[in-house]
């Protein structure tokens, strides 16, 4: 009789670590992060994590979840960048961030200096005194290419020739710019092409 109990308690718990397995697997295929789903970008599934996740069955269109990753974005303060005597230093030291969340793509480090350069700030951010001259007319970010070293280089558009207009302003432009790019773990330093791009 011993042996039957015995044997029924043992048969018990192996039931109930089988059940908990079970509700761990489904708690992990339905409530899993994005290193093991699909998002969808530009009309299509993209695929993040496990090779042996399945595809979503229903359409890659408005009501598919996307993943968010969340970037900063960093304009400028005067009030952080005076001297004593409350003279404007235009230097890094009043570059702001804000933080924004963008989809989780292949290129957010170009998807987020392209979010820059829209220059949307909030009235609460304005509030705090943080100002952008972005967006300027015309200008837009045509690449972003990171080689092995580190170095990422932009490649802009400025048909109309808005990111010049004196040292001051030029250089807090680069800075916002150089700011944001920089935020990426991968990136060592940042350079703009062409050349003359964010120049006096």
């Given at each position: 009789?011993?042996?039957?109990?015995?044997?029924?308690?043992?048969?018990?718990?192996?039931?109930?670590?089988?059940?908990?397995?079970?509700?761990?697997?489904?708690?992990?295929?339905?409530?899993?992060?994005?290193?093991?789903?699909?998002?969808?970008?530009?009309?299509?599934?993209?695929?993040?994590?496990?090779?042996?996740?399945?595809?979503?069955?229903?359409?890659?269109g408005?009501?598919?979840?996307?993943?968010?990753?969340?970037?900063?974005?960093?304009?400028?303060?005067?009030?952080?960048?005076?001297?004593?005597?409350?003279?404007?230093?235009?230097?890094?030291?009043?570059?702001?961030?804000?933080?924004r969340?963008?989809?989780?793509?292949?290129?957010?480090?170009?998807?987020?200096?392209?979010?820059?350069?829209?220059?949307e700030?909030?009235?609460?951010?304005?509030?705090?005194?943080?100002?952008?001259?972005?967006?300027?007319?015309?200008?837009?970010?045509?690449?972003?290419?990171?080689?092995?070293?580190?170095?990422?280089?932009?490649?802009?558009?400025?048909?109309?020739?808005?990111?010049?207009?004196?040292?001051?302003?030029?250089?807090?432009?680069?800075?916002?710019?150089?700011?944001?790019?920089?935020?990426?773990?991968?990136?060592?330093?940042?350079?703009?092409?062409?050349?003359?791009?964010?120049?006096?």
């Open positions: 009789m011993n042996m039957k109990i015995k044997f029924s308690k043992i048969l018990t718990v192996v039931s109930a670590l089988i059940i908990l397995a079970g509700f761990a697997l489904c708690v992990r295929i339905f409530l899993g992060g994005p290193e093991d789903s699909w998002i969808c970008s530009n009309g299509e599934w993209v695929k993040h994590g496990a090779p042996d996740t399945p595809k979503p069955t229903e359409p890659c408005d009501k598919a979840a996307t993943a968010m990753t969340e970037v900063k974005l960093f304009y400028y303060n005067p009030g952080l960048d005076e001297d004593a005597s409350g003279n404007i230093l235009c230097s890094r030291q009043g570059i702001a961030p804000v933080t969340e963008i989809p989780a793509t292949a290129t957010p480090i170009k998807d987020t200096v392209s979010l820059l350069l829209k220059g700030l909030t009235d609460t951010e304005r509030a705090d005194g943080i100002e952008t001259e972005f967006p300027l007319e015309g200008l837009a970010l045509k690449d972003a290419s990171l080689d092995d070293d580190g170095v990422l280089t932009l490649t802009f558009d400025d048909p109309n020739n808005k990111t010049s207009g004196g040292a001051c302003r030029a250089g807090i432009l680069w800075f916002e710019v150089e700011a944001t790019a920089e935020q990426f773990a991968e990136v060592r330093n940042a350079r703009f092409l062409p050349e003359d791009i964010f120049q006096p």
